[in-house]
């Protein structure tokens, strides 16, 4: 039989491949950028937040900052008569604030005290006394303050609280509740870290009646200080 298939004059690859169609990559690639982009933003924010707790951690390793102590030393009350809801007082508390820190130190800018009794605020002293009323407490050292409370307020009280205020005027003791509010700021070297820090000192006192017929002596008492509430 004849062979009617041409010869072959070199190497035979086989039937050509039709070309494909053009890449769609324009999506991708632009998705795959905003990939790269995310990546790099979050990397740096890590970066970033690494370095400012390493900064705080160094910076409270060194300066080692502590709250303040506040102590009440001296309670002085001479009237406490509550007749026709009006409370008639004078009351003289002296105080002393200790700044334990070792490299801070404390401005006192404002001070104000409220006093309390069966959870009614009776008085207030805006005026509290230190040496000279506005002052730079050194590191490690403690500095007096003084609040007085004199005066006549109208003041309701329930027959639960009218029957605390006997049992304490029996004893020759009342149960006062002194609340003082600061502006203070903080000073490390030569800089002054002007936050405006507003922390309240919490002081719950038994305060005696200073008579002729007590002999009630008044207890030191140490406060509690609040920076956030």
């Not at 900052?65 to 409370?87: D, G, I, M, Q």
């Not at 009351?91 to 800018?109: E, G, H, S």
């Not at 609040?147 to 609280?161: E, I, K, N, P, Y």
């Not at 203070?184 to 008579?211: A, E, Y």
Request: include cysteine.
């Amino acid at each position: 039989m004849a062979n009617d298939q041409q010869p072959l004059n070199g190497a035979y690859y086989g039937p050509a491949i039709p070309p494909s169609g053009q890449p769609r990559h324009s999506h991708h690639r632009g998705r795959s950028c905003f990939c790269c982009l995310f990546g790099v933003f979050w990397k740096i924010l890590i970066t970033l937040i690494v370095l400012v707790g390493l900064v705080i951690l160094i910076f409270y390793l060194i300066v080692q900052p502590r709250p303040f102590k506040f102590y009440v030393n001296e309670a002085k009350l001479t009237e406490f008569n509550y007749t026709n809801n009006s409370l008639r007082y004078n009351m003289v508390l002296n105080f002393t604030a200790r700044n334990p820190n070792k490299k801070l130190n404390i401005y006192y800018d404002k001070v104000e005290a409220l006093a309390f009794y069966e959870d009614s605020r009776f008085a207030s002293d805006d005026k509290v006394i230190t040496h000279m009323n506005s002052f730079r407490q050194y590191k490690k050292s403690s500095s007096p303050m003084s609040a007085t409370f004199s005066g006549q307020h109208v003041m309701v009280l329930d027959s639960d609280q009218l029957s605390e205020l006997s049992k304490d005027k029996s004893a020759h003791v009342y149960d006062i509740y002194v609340k003082l509010h600061f502006r203070i700021r903080f000073r490390l070297g030569d800089f002054i870290f002007n936050n405006d820090l507003k922390p309240k000192v919490k002081c719950d006192l038994k305060v005696p009646l200073d008579s002729n017929a007590t002999f009630t002596f008044f207890a030191v008492t140490k406060c509690d200080v609040d920076f956030w509430n």
